[in-house]
């Protein structure tokens, strides 16, 4: 990332403003009357969204950041305290120092009319300055991010978490089914944030021994790791308290998988609520609602986020989804066409190797799948 401090003009989000009609236009039409195709060129109404304002701003011009803006806004340091998001409550942020210090912070008004394409400016896991105020503060500006977890929310980014080193992937044996496709999808996510993904399957104990070695395989075999734990027995969670330990991760997975669950036996007394899973259904019900920051003994932290049931991919091109999946990405460049999506074309060599085994064909049909359905 490169930094210039400078004035800069910059864009602020749309439609801040309504822009205000013409007075007197109704009467003036009842008077003298119109017609339509000259009411249509002379009161050309925006509609929503569509007015861009611009604005000079003192900062740092950045590039090769992930945080949505594209200035660094100056601040006065000297009377700014540095923090991490915890937890975000609507409109307030949770920020902890590094003496444990925490603060109910608003968000300064730049930061809350820069124009982004996130839904939410502020995420857990962002490091900001801030102006403390008694036990309140006001966010004055957000660190340039790294790890960054994103997925897709009505065509603009979710950021889940931000400055995230692992993944912890969690899927149930049973109670809710296992779902391969959702854990793929997760996987595309980390491959294209660069986080290091810890498959973690719950619940082994409900299921017959060895049920599992295939699918387990297939990804071992990729270079993933894949833990197969049980919340209740105890079941290797050492080693997943070990895998957490000193590091910044997240844990992810659909409702019910037992992701509360295990942080409590990871991190004794934590008291996370926990729910069942719907025997009709297979579904389990949120009692995590908000994405927090959870400091662990052993050093590091997790952040616990809600359920997910679907996992919409951001800024992931159609033609970058097979780089993205580890055993397809060998095979790419031996197709015939350079722009082969795999899916119809001749001679292709990803078709091939699934037709020879080389390539698992469940994993096939997963990317095919993130291609078919217009998210990737």
Sequence with gaps: MSKKKKKLRVSFRKNRQARTRESGL????????????????????????ELAKKRTVVGEETTGDTSGFKVLPE???????????????????????????????????????????????????????????GEEGLIERIEPRSGVLSRSSRDRQHVLVANVEKMVIVASAAE??????????????AEQAQIDPVICINKVDLVEPGSLQPLVGVYAQM????????????????????TLKDCASVVVGQSGV???????????????????????????????????LIGLS??????????????????????????????????????????????????????????????????YESYCHMRRDGEA
């Design 176 to 189: 809710p089914d296992l779902k391969p496709h959702l854990i793929d999808r997760f996987l595309v996510a």
């Design 298 to 363: 052993t050093g590091g932290f997790i952040v616990d986020t809600p359920g997910i049931r679907q996992f919409a991919l951001w800024d992931v091109a159609r033609e970058e989804v097979a780089g993205l999946f580890r055993d397809i990405r060998p095979f790419v460049g031996y197709c015939r066409f350079p722009d082969c999506t795999h899916t119809h074309e001749a001679d292709c060599a990803v078709k091939a190797s699934v037709a020879d085994g080389r390539l698992d064909a469940r994993r």
């Design 75 to 133: 601040v006065d340091l000297e009377n700014c305290l540095s923090g991490r998001v915890l937890e975000v409550r609507g409109l307030v942020s949770v920020v902890q120092t590094s003496d444990g210090q925490r603060y109910n912070c608003a968000l300064r008004r730049l930061l809350k009319t820069l124009e982004t394409d996130q839904r939410h400016v502020v995420a857990v896991g962002d490091e900001v300055q801030f102006r403390p105020d």
């Design 223 to 242: 270079g993933y790791e894949v833990l197969q734990v049980s919340a209740v027995s105890g079941l290797n969670l050492p080693i997943l308290r070990d």
């Design 26 to 49: 109704t009467k003036k039409f009842e008077q003298h009357g119109f017609e339509d195709d000259d009411s249509i060129r002379r009161e050309q109404l925006s509609g929503k969204g």
């Design 258 to 292: 037992g992701k509360s669950s295990l942080l409590n036996v990871v991190e004794p007394g934590l008291g996370l609520r926990v729910g069942l899973v719907s025997r009709e259904t297979q579904k389990g019900r949120h009692t995590t609602t908000t994405a927090r």
